[in-house]
């Protein structure tokens, strides 16, 4: 079986419909701050595990690189991310796009979910809303979405 | 905020109908393409935010796609064996241990053991699924944590010291196709996973100890 067979069995999972998705114009990215929220259960070795049913998230501390992959399923390839960080959590890419002037700020602060979600009504009330007005406290401008 | 999310599954994107969505053809757990490849993860992170510039929602398509075959596997030499009193797999992944650090002192640990076992700890994992396999019931193993998380931690023990010893990055997959079909502890893990489903074990206790085409119907 390849990769494409995997996503061909998970394609027509029923997805969650966003009635009114939240569209907004954000200032120029040169004037942006960025933040990463991944769904790949990153968090650093110091703080739990994401549990099976995780729908709460971890603050990632941008000035770190000690990350595990906390992700439950392990239908994804694990080498990628195990030699180069940046292929799921693309941080050191974004403090090279803010050397050169092309972003505003990179955030101090990420976020990482779990991306296997079974509550979804938990998450889309609680732990989604509360990760963004974290985010928002930050003066985060832009959100860089990432699975794993 | 505004959002911008990348996707590896196309249809699962357009369902989810994101404010804007950038479809990648990459392979699930390479979100952004080409590991230690800064060039190539800048064009995707840069068809990202020009979608910022957008005034409607949409999702769009990356125009490179990474295909997998479903074939390649990573060449990696396995150590030859040291006790002849040990399990073959036990064997082989204690022979894995200076690897193992030496990859862990170069890249970081970010899918070695430490979610539910050290490394310490691999080869006795190891050997509850040894019991597993050989009729014991998965209860009575002596697993030390939830089944699967301890399969994965076995797992990125594996590939992470496979890091060490090819020095280079493998292809996507071909570091899961080298541990599940050419290593002894690949085959106590599938052996383990047979034995509990022929067992009536519920599913989901046995169905993620692999990737999900690892098991025959």
């Known amino acids: ?148 | 905020m505004a959002t911008v999310a990348l996707g590896s599954i196309r249809q699962q994107m357009i369902g989810t109908a994101p404010p804007r969505g950038l479809a990648c053809d990459f392979p699930l757990g390479r979100p952004i393409g080409k590991p230690n490849d800064a060039e190539f993860q800048h064009k995707v992170l840069a068809h990202a935010f020009s979608m910022l510039k957008r005034t409607e929602p949409g999702v769009e398509d990356f125009p490179e796609s990474i295909p997998d075959e479903g074939t390649e596997m990573l060449v990696c030499p396995l150590p030859p064996r040291h006790d002849p009193d040990a399990h073959p797999a036990v064997d082989e992944a204690r022979g894995l241990r200076v690897a193992y650090d030496r990859a862990i002192e170069k890249y970081g640990n970010r899918v070695g053991a430490g979610r539910a076992i050290s490394a310490d700890d691999v080869p006795s994992a190891i050997e509850s699924f040894i019991r597993i396999s050989e009729g014991t019931p998965w209860k009575e193993a002596q697993i030390p944590g939830v089944p699967a998380r301890v399969a994965q931690d076995i797992r990125g023990y594996y590939e992470t010291a496979a890091l060490a010893i090819v020095d280079h990055t493998p292809a996507a997959w071909a570091g899961l196709r080298w541990f599940r079909d050419a290593t002894q502890t690949g085959k106590v893990i599938r052996a383990a996973q047979q034995a509990m489903k022929d067992a009536d074990v519920r599913r989901d206790l046995w169905l993620f100890l692999l990737p999900m085409d690892s098991m025959q119907d």
Request: hydrophobic share 45%; with cysteine.
């Open chain 1, 1 to 148: 079986m390849a990769d494409q067979d995997i996503k061909r069995a998970v394609q027509d999972i029923e997805c969650p419909v966003v009635e009114q998705p939240a569209f907004t114009t954000p200032p120029p990215l040169e004037e942006a701050t960025v933040a990463i929220v991944t769904s790949a259960s990153l968090h650093h070795p110091d703080q739990d595990d994401f549990a099976p049913k995780d729908t709460s998230y971890r603050v990632l501390d941008a000035s770190r690189r000690d990350y595990l992959v906390g992700h439950w399923s392990p239908n994804f390839d694990t080498a990628g991310v195990a030699a180069d960080l940046n292929v799921v959590f693309p941080l050191d890419r974004l403090d090279e796009l803010a050397a050169q002037g092309r972003i505003g700020k990179v955030a101090d602060q990420h976020l990482a979910f779990a991306g296997n979600q079974f509550d979804l009504a938990q998450i889309r009330m609680d732990g989604g809303p509360a990760g963004a007005a974290f985010l928002k406290e930050q003066g985060v401008d832009v959100v860089l979405l990432t699975p794993v």
